[in-house]
T-cell receptor, first 114, second 112 residues
Framework: NSKVIQTPRYLVKGQGQKAKMRCIPE?????VFWYQQNKNNEFKFLIN????????QIDMTEKRFSAECPSNSPCSLEIQSSEAGDSALYLC????????????FGPGTRLTVL | QQKVQQSPESLSVPEGGMASLNCTSS?????YFWWYRQHSGEGPKALM?????GDKKEGRFTAHLNKASLHVSLHIRDSQPSDSALYFC????????????FGIGTLLSVKP
C-alpha cells in the first residue's frame, strides 16, 4: 500500500483552467519529487524539494507550473493554464535525504485536459 | 540527451517461467540503477537497486550489472500472475544524484 497520499486521484479540466493536485509525503521523508508520466509511459522530472526549499526544477515547471511544500501542510503542484499536452499521470514521490535513496511513489493524480 | 533504453517493450511468459528484462544506459556517469514495478492504477514501487558489477539476488528477483557495457538486467524466476505489470529501469542523475531518469518500460504479462 502506498504511504504517499495523493489527491485527487482524477482531475478533469478545460484548456486554460487551473489544475491543482496535492501530496502528503511519507512520514519522515523531507525530500519530495514530482514527475509526469505520459500515456506512452515516459517519465519527466518536474521539480523536487527538501523540506520547503526547491532543489531543482525544469524550465516547464518554472513557466506554467508552480509547486510548494509548506511546513505542516500537503505539498502541491498547480498548473496555471492547462493545455491538452498536460494530460498525464502526475506522480509524487518522497525519500530520505540520502544519495541514491529509494523514492516512494504515491498512486498519482490522473489529469485530463479537455 | 541522457537516456536509459529498455527491451523488450513487452514480454509474455507462462506462470512458473523465467522473465528477463534488459536495460542499457548511454551515459557512463550513471553508476547506480533501480528497478521499479508499476501495477495498473498504482504508482511505481522499487524492487531493488544495484551498483556493483555482478549479480544481486532478492527472493525470486535477480539483477545483473555490467558496468563496462552499461547493461543492467532483471530476471524473475518462477513468475506469478501477480508479477504482471510495467517494469522500469531508472538511474539517479543530477548534482544531488536523486532525480530519476526512467526507461520506457517493459510490459510483463504472466499467463496462468
Amino acid at each position: 500500500n502506498s504511504k504517499v497520499i495523493q489527491t485527487p486521484r482524477y482531475l478533469v479540466k478545460g484548456q486554460g483552467q487551473k489544475a491543482k493536485m496535492r501530496c502528503i509525503p511519507e512520514k519522515g521523508h523531507p525530500v519530495v519529487f514530482w514527475y509526469q508520466q505520459n500515456k506512452n509511459n515516459e517519465f519527466k522530472f518536474l521539480i523536487n524539494f527538501q523540506n520547503q526549499e526547491v532543489l531543482q526544477q525544469i524550465d516547464m515547471t518554472e513557466k506554467r507550473f508552480s509547486a510548494e511544500c509548506p511546513s505542516n501542510s500537503p505539498c502541491s503542484l498547480e498548473i496555471q493554464s492547462s493545455e491538452a499536452g498536460d494530460s498525464a499521470l502526475y506522480l509524487c514521490a518522497s525519500s530520505l535525504p540520502r544519495l541514491y535513496a529509494e523514492q516512494f511513489f504515491g498512486p498519482g493524480t490522473r489529469l485530463t485536459v479537455l | 540527451q541522457q537516456k536509459v533504453q529498455q527491451s523488450p517493450e513487452s514480454l509474455s511468459v507462462p506462470e512458473g517461467g523465467m522473465a528477463s528484462l534488459n536495460c542499457t544506459s548511454s551515459d557512463r556517469n550513471f553508476q547506480y540503477f533501480w528497478w521499479y514495478r508499476q501495477h495498473s492504477g498504482e504508482g511505481p514501487k522499487a524492487l531493488m537497486s544495484i551498483f556493483s558489477d555482478g549479480d544481486k539476488k532478492e527472493g525470486r528477483f535477480t539483477a545483473h550489472l555490467n558496468k563496462a557495457s552499461l547493461h543492467v538486467s532483471l530476471h524473475i524466476r518462477d513468475s506469478q500472475p501477480s508479477d504482471s505489470a510495467l517494469y522500469f529501469c531508472a538511474a539517479p542523475y543530477g548534482s544531488s544524484g536523486n532525480k530519476l531518469i526512467f526507461g520506457i518500460g517493459t510490459l510483463l504479462s504472466v499467463k496462468p
